[in-house]
């Protein structure tokens, strides 16, 4: 679900760049090199939303887990695979939706 999310922000990110874009075009920024500079952008951004959440969500689950440890079992099932396919699905078809 992150993860779509961030395809959502990061897609609206580079809708509200337009005024930066014609600006770049007018001074005679080529569409590769723009192409090269959103994705830049749009990469960095990825990077460290991701690791960013990734240490934020493993940090959330051990506090959560410490007040529970009475009614929690001692060992925990693992995720499985459902929901970071889930995460794929929506992933791939969410750019493709219009």
Do not use: N
Not at 72 to 81: A, D, F, N, R
């Amino acid at each position: 679900m992150a993860s779509l999310t961030l395809i959502m922000t990061c897609s609206h990110y580079v809708s509200g760049r337009a005024q930066t874009i014609a600006m770049l075009k007018s001074l005679g920024a080529s569409r590769v090199w723009l192409k090269r500079w959103l994705i830049l952008q749009v990469s960095l951004l990825l990077v460290i939303a991701l690791a960013v959440g990734s240490l934020l969500g493993i940090v959330i689950e051990a506090l959560l887990r410490l007040p529970l440890t009475d009614v929690l079992p001692e060992t925990l099932p693992s995720y499985g695979s459902a929901p970071f396919l889930l995460e794929e699905l929506l992933l791939f078809w969410w750019p493709f939706r219009h």
